[in-house]
């Protein structure tokens, strides 16, 4: 069973930066989409960045811009370089592992970004 690790998170001032780490434990598909979630109490989780195992890369508009969604290969590690960061960027933010076939939906366990204004 892949488990996610994420880390990175914490708090930060408006304006400033922080990069978010997620490691799988245990071997993945080649063929995988990769991606990073957040949610605020009260909401449903969102999509925030995805990136495919062929290397195509989906923002939400919310963070075009500001956010880069990177993956490397050799250290297995995903990455979301979050800049310029705003107060409406607080939230937990999960890393996601899809499978399509055979089908694998993998959750971290939430790394929270706090952004004050």
């Known amino acids: 069973q892949v488990q996610l690790v994420e880390s990175g998170g914490g708090l930060v001032q408006a304006g400033g930066s922080l990069r978010l780490s997620c490691a799988p434990s245990?071997?993945?598909?080649?063929?995988?989409?990769m991606g990073w979630f957040r949610q605020t109490p009260g909401q449903q989780r969102t999509l925030v960045a995805t990136?495919?195992?062929?290397?195509?890369?989906y923002y939400a508009d919310s963070v075009k811009g500001r956010f880069t969604i990177s993956k490397d290969d050799a250290k297995n590690t995903l990455y979301l370089q979050m800049n310029s960061l705003k107060p409406e960027d607080t939230a937990v933010y999960y890393c996601?592992?899809?499978?399509?076939?055979?089908?694998?939906?993998?959750w971290g366990q939430g790394t929270l970004v706090t952004v004050s204004s």
């Open positions: 996601n592992l899809h499978v399509d076939y055979p089908y694998v939906e993998v």
């Open positions: 245990g071997s993945i598909f080649e063929i995988n989409t």
């Open positions: 990136i495919t195992s062929g290397g195509t890369i």
